[in-house]
């Protein structure tokens, strides 16, 4: 029974060795394929990300340079000649300056996001009918909303009637057809469509903000004022950064409620408005391309002297 006693144990001993090198061995692949997962599922987006992304703005940089016109198959390198070409006409130049009343008007409605967050945040009655409502708008297409201020601003129209309404019963001025007022009229309906994104970030980040904060304040003898400046400012200055780079980005860009509603007639030409009529209408797509690369490059330089004047800081109210 010895013999077989010692067959039996160094079979099992055998046995035990080989479940110790599997053992060994799963581990091993396992954290192999884990650490393959990750990228398999980046592979996706950043493929999307390089074909309409990176690759697009690679052949913008080319076609910066060249004189194609969108049509022929050749394209003659003409080097910075496009660059040149815009810095020289102060007619292209000079629609930079309709930005202005979009900047002011994206300052306007980041005033407004803020103080209807900050009072909304707190308890009011009928606080979630009065969020949807603001949010609304953001919610509606951009071809609807042209439409819709189309006839708000027209001759006899509804802000003409409710004007009346109010006793403004005299000459009513021409809110598109006057080049004075066409641009404020404009910049006044981005700032109904695009209020309730900032509003929704803005109250999104102070209902973060923890509610013991706010009753130590209130026994503190802190009005709703103090609150606001020492606790809320404060707290949400990372939004309010970001907020403020998508505002002046999205006013270099405008391009869809003044296309649509004026097709860039009286004054109302955007940056963009005429990089698309100098490559589609003209057939200029290598000058086109070199003002989109400018915007891009202003875009880029006006965010980095932000994020150097206002730095990101961790506030910590606790």
Same mark, same amino acid.
């Given at each position: 029974?010895?013999?077989?006693?010692?067959?039996?144990?160094?079979?099992?001993?055998?046995?035990?060795?080989?479940?110790?090198?599997?053992?060994?061995?799963?581990?091993?692949?396992?954290?192999?394929?884990?650490?393959?997962?990750?990228?398999?599922?980046?592979?996706?987006?950043?493929?999307?990300?390089?074909?309409?992304?990176?690759?697009?703005?690679?052949?913008?940089?080319?076609?910066?340079?060249?004189?194609?016109?969108?049509?022929?198959?050749?394209?003659?390198?003409?080097?910075?000649?496009? /660059?040149?070409?815009?810095?020289?006409?102060?007619?292209?130049?000079?629609?930079?300056?309709?930005?202005? /009343?979009?900047?002011?008007?994206?300052?306007?409605?980041?005033?407004?996001?803020? /103080?209807?967050?900050?009072?909304?945040?707190?308890?009011?009655?009928?606080?979630?009918?009065?969020?949807?409502?603001?949010?609304?708008?953001?919610?509606?297409?951009?071809?609807?909303?042209?439409?819709?201020?189309?006839?708000?601003?027209?001759?006899?129209?509804?802000?003409?009637?409710?004007?009346?309404?109010?006793?403004?019963?005299?000459?009513?001025?021409?809110?598109?057809?006057?080049?004075?007022?066409?641009?404020?009229?404009?910049?006044?309906?981005?700032?109904?469509? /695009?209020?309730?994104?900032?509003?929704?970030?803005?109250?999104?980040?102070?209902?973060?903000?923890?509610?013991?904060?706010?009753?130590?304040?209130?026994?503190?003898?802190?009005?709703?004022?103090?609150?606001?400046?020492?606790?809320?400012?404060?707290?949400?200055?990372?939004?309010?950064?970001?907020?403020?780079?998508?505002?002046?980005?999205?006013?270099?860009?405008?391009?869809?409620?003044?296309?649509?509603?004026?097709?860039?007639?009286?004054?109302?030409?955007?940056?963009?408005?005429?990089?698309?009529?100098?490559?589609?209408?003209?057939?200029?797509?290598?000058?086109?391309?070199?003002?989109?690369?400018?915007?891009?490059?202003?875009?880029?330089?006006?965010?980095?002297?932000?994020?150097?004047?206002?730095?990101?800081?961790?506030?910590?109210?606790?």
């Amino acid at each position: 029974m010895t013999g077989l006693t010692q067959i039996v144990e160094s079979r099992a001993n055998g046995s035990r060795l080989r479940r110790s090198r599997r053992t060994a061995v799963v581990p091993q692949k396992r954290r192999r394929g884990w650490a393959i997962t990750p990228w398999l599922f980046l592979v996706l987006p950043l493929g999307f990300l390089l074909v309409f992304t990176y690759i697009p703005v690679m052949n913008m940089l080319w076609y910066s340079v060249t004189d194609w016109d969108g049509l022929s198959k050749t394209k003659e390198f003409v080097g910075l000649s496009n /660059y040149g070409t815009f810095f020289s006409r102060p007619a292209l130049f000079r629609v930079f300056f309709v930005s202005l /009343y979009y900047i002011g008007a994206s300052v306007l409605q980041m005033a407004l996001a803020l /103080y209807f967050a900050t009072v909304l945040s707190f308890s009011t009655k009928f606080k979630s009918l009065f969020k949807g409502i603001l949010f609304f708008p953001y919610l509606i297409n951009g071809v609807a909303i042209a439409f819709v201020f189309l006839y708000f601003f027209q001759p006899g129209g509804t802000l003409d009637s409710l004007l009346g309404m109010i006793g403004i019963d005299g000459t009513k001025p021409q809110w598109l057809g006057n080049p004075d007022l066409v641009n404020f009229s404009l910049a006044g309906t981005s700032i109904w469509r /695009y209020m309730g994104l900032n509003f929704v970030l803005f109250l999104g980040a102070i209902q973060s903000i923890p509610g013991g904060i706010y009753e130590a304040a209130e026994l503190d003898g802190a009005t709703r004022w103090q609150q606001f400046r020492y606790i809320i400012a404060p707290s949400i200055k990372p939004i309010i950064s970001l907020s403020f780079i998508l505002a002046i980005s999205g006013s270099l860009a405008v391009f869809e409620i003044p296309f649509i509603m004026l097709q860039g007639a009286n004054g109302s030409a955007t940056f963009v408005i005429q990089t698309v009529n100098e490559a589609f209408k003209f057939n200029k797509v290598g000058l086109a391309s070199a003002m989109a690369v400018i915007l891009l490059l202003i875009i880029l330089i006006i965010t980095w002297v932000q994020r150097r004047l206002i730095p990101d800081e961790e506030v910590n109210l606790t």
